[in-house]
């Protein structure tokens, strides 16, 4: 199973929204409704963002957001803040009842 | 609240074996299935595979299998992974995570995760 496909770094100055992609197939993105996206800050555990493509745990702030089209999923944080700054990762229930991770995206607040 | 705390760190040489462990507290342990997933220095994460404390049926990611076992203790809550024939491309943190409930099926997220245990192989 292959990892899903991010963008390497996303970056933008505070208060702008970004939105970071996670490309699939269909037998993973494209084929279930179980993306999730997790932020990890260095050296700490990562942390559930968003679940089922687009819900969010209690807690996480309303400014993060999910979607999906067809074998895209995306991750849009509205009004960036300095705290937003970390790696994300998305990943996907997959075909083979197994899970695939996406390579990760580094976001920078300018 | 739920938490799942890890073993500590631990230095392998290659070839030989290492067992991790997962102890959790604030849940039924046997009410939903435990990942795991590792995370080389600098690299990204990469799921290995889930078990269900109800019944220890597990699953592994292609790449771990014959390699890799996983079980658990109901007793104490805690669940267990254990890697054979390290290599260097072993060292890694390996987290635990909690999995959906067990009810359904094991499609979804990862909603809390183990602080991490290093595995060095050298």
């Known amino acids: 199973q292959s990892a899903l496909t991010q963008p390497a770094s996303v970056s933008g100055s505070p208060g702008q929204p970004i939105t970071i992609s996670c490309t699939g197939t269909?037998?993973?993105?494209?084929?279930?409704?179980?993306v999730s996206w997790y932020q990890q800050h260095p050296g700490k555990a990562p942390k559930l963002m968003i679940y089922?493509?687009?819900n969010r745990p209690s807690g996480v702030s309303d400014r993060f957001s999910g979607s999906k089209s067809g074998n895209t999923a995306s991750l849009t944080i509205s009004g960036l803040q300095a705290e937003d700054e970390a790696d994300y990762y998305c990943?996907?229930?997959?075909?083979?009842?197994?899970?695939?991770f996406g390579f990760g995206t580094k976001v920078t607040v300018l | 609240q739920v938490q799942l705390v890890q073993s500590g760190a631990e230095v392998k040489k290659p070839g030989a074996s290492v067992k991790v462990s997962c102890k959790t507290s604030?849940?039924?342990?046997?009410?939903?299935?435990v990942h795991w997933v590792r995370q080389a220095p600098g690299q990204g994460l990469e799921w290995m595979g889930w078990?269900?404390?109800?019944?220890?049926?597990?699953n592994y990611a292609r790449k771990f299998q014959g390699r890799v076992t996983m079980t658990s203790d109901t007793f104490i809550s805690t669940a267990y992974m254990e890697l054979n024939r390290l290599t260097s491309d072993d060292t890694a943190v390996y987290y635990c995570?909690?999995?959906?409930?067990?009810?359904?099926?094991?499609?979804?997220?990862?909603?809390?995760w183990g602080q991490g245990t290093m595995v060095t192989v050298s």
């Open positions: 604030g849940y039924t342990f046997t009410g939903y299935y």
């Open positions: 078990i269900n404390p109800n019944g220890g049926v597990t």
């Open positions: 269909s037998s993973d993105v494209g084929g279930y409704n179980y």
């Open positions: 089922d493509v687009n």
């Open positions: 990943s996907s229930y997959t075909s083979s009842s197994t899970y695939v």
């Open positions: 995570a909690r999995g959906t409930p067990n009810y359904g099926s094991t499609a979804g997220s990862f909603d809390i």
